[in-house]
C-alpha cells in the first residue's frame, strides 16, 4: 500500500482531521443528493431552507451539530429539516472511519472513501426518485479510471475491463429485464468496475446480487412488495461496491485460495 501522503500524521491529528472532513463532504452529499436529479447547480446559490427560503446560515450550516442545536428545525420558520441531512452526514463520517480503519490513509483508502461517498449519494436519489443520475455515473467512470493510473498505469486495464465487463453484465440484465432494470443500473455498474476493477467489480456485482436478492425475497414474504412492484437495485449494487472497495481484497484471495 502507498501513504498517500509523505511523513505521515501522528493520529491525535489524523483521525479528528478526518472525521472533520469526511462531515463536511457529507454536508456537500447532501446537497448533491436535492440538487442534482432536479438539474440544479450545486454551487450556486448558497444553502437555503426549502420550506421558507430563508439563507441558511455558516453557524447553522455545521453538519451534525447544527441539526442538534436547532433540533432539526428552520431557525428562520420552524418548519421540519429531513432526517437524511443528518443521516448523510453521520454516513459519511461513519464510511470516513471505516475506511482509515480497514485502509488506513493509503491510495486505496482514498480510492475507497471517493467511491463510498459517490455510493452515498446514488443510494438516496434512487430511493428517492427510483433514477441514477447521469450526472453522477458519467464523471464517475473518468475519476475511477484515471484514480486507476496511479501507482502503476497498469491499472488502467483492470478499470477499463471492469468498466465494461460489469457495464456488459448489466445491459444484457436490463435487455431481459424488459424495463425491470434500467440504463443507470448498468452506468452504476460500469462506474464501480471503473473504480475497482475486473475482478473487485466481481465480488460486487455478487455481493449485491445476493443482498438484493435476500431483501426481494423478505419483502415479498412480508407483503410489503408484491413480485411485479419495482425496488431500486441501486442500493444494493451500491452497497456490494462498499463491500468490495472495503473487503473485496482478502475476501478474493479467501476465494482463490
Ligand atoms: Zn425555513
Known amino acids: ?3 498517500v ?22 454536508s456537500f452529499l447532501n ?6 436529479p432536479r438539474g440544479e447547480s450545486v454551487v450556486s446559490p448558497p444553502s437555503h431552507c426549502p420550506g421558507c427560503g430563508a439563507a441558511i446560515r455558516f453557524y447553522d450550516n455545521i453538519p451534525l451539530v447544527s441539526f442538534a442545536v436547532l433540533r432539526g428545525r428552520c431557525r428562520a420558520c420552524r418548519g421540519p429539516i429531513s432526517w437524511r441531512y443528518p443521516l448523510v452526514e453521520a454516513l459519511a463520517v461513519g464510511l470516513g472511519l471505516l475506511v482509515l480503519w480497514q485502509l488506513g490513509p493509503t491510495w486505496e483508502g482514498l480510492r475507497a472513501f471517493l467511491l463510498g461517498l459517490v455510493l452515498i449519494a446514488v443510494t438516496f436519489i434512487d430511493l428517492e426518485t427510483l433514477l441514477i443520475p447521469d450526472r453522477i455515473t458519467l464523471p464517475g467512470i473518468v475519476v475511477g479510471l484515471a484514480m486507476q493510473l496511479y501507482p502503476s498505469i497498469r491499472g488502467l486495464l483492470g478499470g477499463l475491463l471492469g468498466c465494461l465487463l460489469a457495464g456488459g453484465i448489466f ?3 436490463a435487455l431481459a429485464s424488459r424495463g425491470g432494470m434500467g440504463g443507470g443500473d448498468v452506468k452504476l455498474a460500469a ?20 443482498a438484493g436478492g435476500v431483501t426481494g425475497v423478505l419483502l415479498l414474504l ?10 431500486p437495485f441501486g442500493p444494493f449494487l451500491a ?15 479467501w476465494y482463490l485460495g
Open 239 to 253: 452497497l456490494g461496491g462498499l463491500v468490495a472497495a472495503l473487503g473485496g481484497e482478502p475476501l478474493l484471495a
Open 31 to 36: 446537497v448533491c443528493t436535492s440538487r442534482l
Open 191 to 210: 462506474m464501480l468496475g471503473a473504480f475497482l476493477g475486473w475482478q473487485l467489480v466481481l465480488v460486487a456485482i455478487f455481493a449485491g446480487v445476493l
Open 1 to 3: 500500500m502507498t501513504a
Open 222 to 231: 412480508l407483503g410489503r412488495k408484491g413480485r411485479k412492484d419495482p425496488v
Open 171 to 173: 445491459y444484457l440484465i
Open 5 to 26: 501522503y509523505p511523513g505521515g500524521l501522528s493520529p491525535v491529528v489524523a483521525w479528528p482531521l478526518a472525521i472533520a472532513l469526511a462531515a463536511a463532504l457529507g
